[in-house]
């Protein structure tokens, strides 16, 4: 009793900060990026993933997972440009963001299958694709970077070879490395990239924070002493452009995937990248 009651104060203490989720319904729209669908899902952007503005996007960014405004803005950005017929747009809906081959879309995803292997859906989670990533944590409690980024390769040589139509040059490259290194930012460290793999399978298959994830519990004794490896919270270092480049820097040597000829990664070419231009001739890949 004693001990049921501890535990329930400190899960109480662990989850009262943070906006409970609520799974989309009927009229709520989604997009193909877990991590803008998790936002949206706990209501640090609108749960009904519609009207997105840069103001929205950089606070609910930064309260949700501590991600840096220079990367929101990057993102949001984007999302403008993907409004139809718009130049002039100030806000958008996430699932404006499902087009085929303009970030956040494209091909080899960790968690989506390929537009061309799937009738056209790109933005729904799929478990196959995703079990890929998941084997290479296989016995592991935490991720790294050496295996995230071999998860990530395996990822994009099994669509080179049954997707005939696969577009995977130098833009989806970075993209690629990008997401990679976002969710061993965010549920891991944004320096080391170590994090419990379950909060990683938690975020994806479900777009939900696991800050009611319970690691570990420890009883010594008769209640004696107690110890509470209690749910997820966002790091204490943001997350941003640098630290993603720092981290992608050692993702792509520990892969073993060629370098796309040409691509010189940079803050600037994944700034580049996440805003829809190619990252080797900078031009728009995007029909405005």
Same mark, same amino acid.
């Given at each position: 009793?004693?001990?049921?009651?501890?535990?329930?104060?400190?899960?109480?203490?662990?989850?009262?900060?943070?906006?409970?989720?609520?799974?989309?319904?009927?009229?709520?729209?989604?997009?193909?990026?877990?991590?803008?669908?998790?936002?949206?899902?706990?209501?640090f952007?609108?749960?009904?993933?519609?009207?997105?503005?840069?103001?929205?996007?950089?606070?609910?960014?930064?309260?949700?997972?501590?991600?840096?405004a220079?990367?929101?803005?990057?993102?949001?950005?984007?999302?403008l440009?993907?409004?139809?017929?718009?130049?002039?747009?100030?806000?958008?809906?996430?699932?404006?963001?499902?087009?085929?081959n303009?970030?956040?879309?494209?091909?080899?995803?960790?968690?989506?299958?390929d537009?061309?292997?799937?009738?056209?859906?790109?933005?729904?989670?799929n478990?196959?694709?995703?079990?890929?990533?998941?084997?290479?944590?296989?016995?592991?409690?935490?991720?790294?970077?050496?295996?995230?980024?071999k998860?990530?390769?395996?990822?994009?040589? &099994? @669509?080179?070879?049954?997707?005939?139509?696969?577009?995977?040059?130098? =833009? $989806?490259? #970075?993209?690629?490395? /990008? !997401?990679?290194?976002?969710?061993?930012?965010?549920?891991?460290?944004?320096?080391?990239?170590?994090?419990?793999?379950?909060?990683?399978?938690t975020?994806f298959?479900?777009?939900?924070?696991?800050?009611d994830?319970?690691?570990?519990?420890?009883?010594?004794?008769?209640?004696?002493?107690?110890?509470?490896?209690?749910?997820?919270t966002?790091? &204490? @270092?943001?997350?941003?452009?640098?630290?993603?480049?720092?981290?992608? =820097? $050692?993702? #792509?040597?520990?892969? /073993? !995937?060629?370098?796309?000829?040409g691509?010189?990664?940079?803050?600037?070419?994944?700034?580049?990248?996440?805003?829809?231009?190619?990252?080797?001739?900078?031009?728009?890949?995007?029909?405005?």
């Open positions: 009793m004693y001990t049921a009651t501890i535990l329930s104060v400190l899960f109480s203490l662990t989850t009262a900060q943070y906006p409970a989720y609520v799974a989309p319904g009927a009229d709520d729209v989604r997009c193909p990026c877990p991590a803008l669908n998790t936002l949206a899902n706990h209501g952007i609108p749960h009904d993933g519609k009207n997105m503005t840069l103001p929205i996007l950089i606070a609910g960014l930064k309260n949700g997972m501590n991600v840096g220079d990367f929101a803005t990057v993102i949001g950005s984007l999302g440009m993907s409004v139809p017929d718009n130049l002039l747009a100030t806000s958008f809906d996430l699932n404006q963001l499902d087009e085929h303009f970030p956040i879309e494209h091909d080899a995803s960790l968690s989506r299958a537009y061309y292997l799937n009738n056209g859906d790109n933005y729904s989670f478990q196959t694709n995703f079990d890929q990533v998941l084997a290479f944590y296989e016995g592991m409690n935490e991720t790294s970077i050496p295996v995230a980024a998860a990530k390769y395996a990822r994009v040589q &099994t @669509e080179l070879a049954r997707d005939p139509k696969i577009t995977y040059g130098a =833009l $989806q490259f #970075v993209l690629s490395y /990008g !997401e990679t290194a976002l969710y061993l930012s965010v549920f891991g460290n944004p320096t080391t990239g170590v994090g419990p793999v379950e909060y990683v399978k975020f298959e479900e777009e939900r924070l696991p800050y994830e319970v690691s570990a519990i420890m009883i010594y004794g008769m209640v004696q002493y107690l110890r509470l490896l209690q749910g997820w966002p790091p &204490t @270092e943001e997350t941003n452009l640098t630290t993603l480049l720092l981290m992608i =820097l $050692q993702l #792509v040597p520990d892969s /073993g !995937e060629p370098i796309p000829e691509l010189t990664i940079t803050e600037q070419t994944l700034k580049q990248a996440f805003g829809g231009y190619d990252p080797i001739t900078g031009i728009l890949r995007h029909a405005l």
